[in-house]
Nanobody, 117 residues
Framework: QVHLVESGGGLVQAGGSLRLSCAASGITFSINVMGWYRQAPGNQRELVATITSGGGTNYEDSVKGRFTISRDNAKNTVYLQMNSLQPEDTAVYYC???????????WGQGTQVTVSS
């Protein structure tokens, strides 16, 4: 099993920045992909960004150029630096991890990000 714990959410004004962190514990040696998804009220959960163990990244179009995902493999931690935040970025942000050849998936409990206009 993998346990994911997020931190760093909060309330920020439009144009501001936040940094999310997610620490993984448990069976972490075979984690291939870590990332962030978000879910706004009434919407489906959507991909924000992912990063592989080799450093390859993928971003949802609306966050490209504003958000940066990074990963510290030694600490089993993934980060999401969010700049130029907009009210439409308001959502619960979930940490995600996928491990092993069977692609087991794990989710954090979520952290609220609220951007005021």
């Amino acid at each position: 099993q993998v346990h994911l714990v997020e931190s760093g959410g909060g309330l920020v004004q439009a144009g501001g920045s936040l940094r999310l962190s997610c620490a993984a514990s448990g069976i972490t040696f075979s984690i291939n992909v870590m990332g962030w998804y978000r879910q706004a009220p009434g919407n489906q959960r959507e991909l924000v960004a992912t990063i592989t163990s080799g450093g390859g990244t993928n971003y949802e179009d609306s966050v490209k150029g504003r958000f940066t995902i990074s990963r510290d493999n030694a600490k089993n931690t993934v980060y999401l630096q969010m700049n130029s935040l907009q009210p439409e970025d308001t959502a619960v942000y979930y940490c995600y991890a996928r491990r092993g050849w069977r692609n087991y998936e794990y989710w954090g409990q979520g952290t609220q990000v609220t951007v005021s206009s």
